[in-house]
């Protein structure tokens, strides 16, 4: 089992500059759910203090993970490998029981094979009166130790259909390199779309896509919630499936599974696969990063509002694992306002975690849900037509929100945006009723 090492957690100075950052430090307001309070429990653990029980492991599991204290912190506290090394402690120690971590590994595993995902995602709609309308089914969630059930099953765009991209596409005009796409497991069931306007975009600005249909996942989500050895199973299998395509660039249009990837080198660190991971991370592009770096052709269609004259406005939420994880804040504002027609107002707290991060709405709905009103509150207060965002969980999520809104805001991903540019499509903008 992987060990805190003592340089890394005194790192942390206790100057408490990362506590307004912390959104779970601000809505519950307790030293024990703020990031300087969960270093301090992972010390008393490290240090034989305590051990992993109850009472501290419940802010360990409050914990977003969404990394706004990493941007905070003057002192370069890596929070991230912290709390994924707390997160794997907790699920092998007596304080979790075989039974709710067998349930969370369940999960996982099922979310992260897109047939089964979509399987159930079509038999949860199914059986959606039974258990309150679209949240998880009560005794499965008691398994896993959610503490109340308010959580929604994902809405999707397209169906529960597994969709799939897959195969090499071509460039249109002249071909400037060859890259791969990530389509993501959770991602390929809730946005096919996503991946297909991506796919379109590249396209559009000369790249060969190459679609591996045996990628897999990344193993983002094992990571991010104890299971590091999953995680790296999967890792393995996906660098080896884009060595084989043989890539200048692999592509991602997640938050969460990018920064995953780039982080591949240490999840392999001292193992024989260390320089590989390294080498296959050192590819790993963002699509908003890659395509600000070179550079796009001009999209011809402006876009317009929904009364078809004004100008379009929208706005922009930082997904913590672009913001905070990537530090990815700049280029997607960038494409953005190069659209024709469309303004950009920006969003209040436009990095605070939305409150999807993962699998946590499903696990702690209750700040989850608290968290989705703040942003909510926040995108209606900008007056936007369209809130963007780099993450399917982010869009999943915020969606649900926008449901509440009296008038209708859409959510969608920036290189969608784009590509209704390029196409002069309007007709299937994203409404989410
Ligand atoms: S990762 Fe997010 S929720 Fe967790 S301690 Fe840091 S800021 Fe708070
Ligand atoms: S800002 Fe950094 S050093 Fe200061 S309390 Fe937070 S984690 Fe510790």
């Not at 559009?204 to 919630?225: D, I, T």
Request: overall charge positive; glycine content about 10%.
């Amino acid at each position: 089992m992987q060990e805190f090492r003592s340089e890394d957690l005194l790192k942390c100075i206790h100057c408490g500059l990362c506590l307004q950052a912390c959104p779970t430090y601000v809505e519950a307001g307790s030293e024990a759910d703020s990031p300087r309070g969960r270093i301090y429990l992972m010390r008393a653990v490290a240090e034989g203090r305590i051990q992993w029980q109850a009472g501290a492991v419940e802010h360990i599991d409050a914990c977003l993970g969404c990394l706004a204290c990493e941007t905070a912190c003057p002192s370069g506290v890596k929070y991230g490998w912290l709390i994924e090394i707390a997160r794997a402690q907790v699920e092998r120690s007596p304080a979790r029981s075989g039974v709710r971590r067998l349930a969370r590994k369940w999960l996982l595993d099922i979310m992260t094979q897109p047939r089964a995902f979509a399987l159930a995602l079509k038999a949860g709609r199914v059986f959606a009166p039974l258990f309150g309308g679209g949240s998880l089914p009560v005794p499965f969630a008691r398994l896993l130790g959610a503490g109340m059930v308010v959580a929604k099953l994902p809405q999707v765009r397209s169906g529960t259909s597994h969709t799939r991209l897959a195969g090499v596409y071509p460039p249109v005009g002249e071909r400037r390199d060859r890259v791969g796409l990530l389509t993501g497991c959770v991602a390929s069931v809730l946005f096919h779309e996503v991946n297909a306007a991506t796919v379109a975009v590249l396209q559009r600005n000369g790249f060969e896509v190459v679609v591996p249909p045996e990628q897999g996942c990344c193993g983002a989500l094992h990571l991010h919630n104890g299971f590091p050895e999953e995680a790296r199973r999967r890792a393995l299998r996906l660098i080896e499936c884009f060595e084989r395509a043989g890539v200048d660039a692999v592509i991602v249009n997640s938050a969460g599974c990018g920064s995953t990837m780039k982080e591949y080198g240490r999840l392999f660190a001292c193992t024989p696969h260390d320089e590989r991971a390294r080498a296959f991370s050192a590819k790993v592009k963002d699509i908003m990063e890659f395509l600000a770096e070179v550079g796009i052709a001009p999209p011809e269609h402006p876009l317009t509002g929904r009364d078809g004259r004004s100008e379009l406005v929208v706005t922009y939420h930082d997904a913590c694992h672009l913001a905070h994880a990537q530090g990815i804040r700049r280029q997607p504002r960038e494409i953005i306002r190069s659209i024709p027609g469309v303004r950009l107002v920006e969003l209040d707290e436009a990095d605070m975690c939305c409150g999807s991060a993962g699998i946590y709405n499903l696990l702690q709905p209750e700040m989850a849900s608290r968290l989705l009103r703040r942003k909510v509150e926040r995108v209606r207060a900008t007056g936007a037509e369209i809130v963007l965002t780099g993450n399917p969980g982010c869009l999943a999520w915020i969606a649900q929100g926008l449901n509440d809104l009296p008038e209708p805001v859409a959510i969608m991903h920036p290189v969608e945006l784009l590509h209704r540019a390029y196409h002069g499509e309007s007709d299937t903008l994203y409404h989410p009723r």
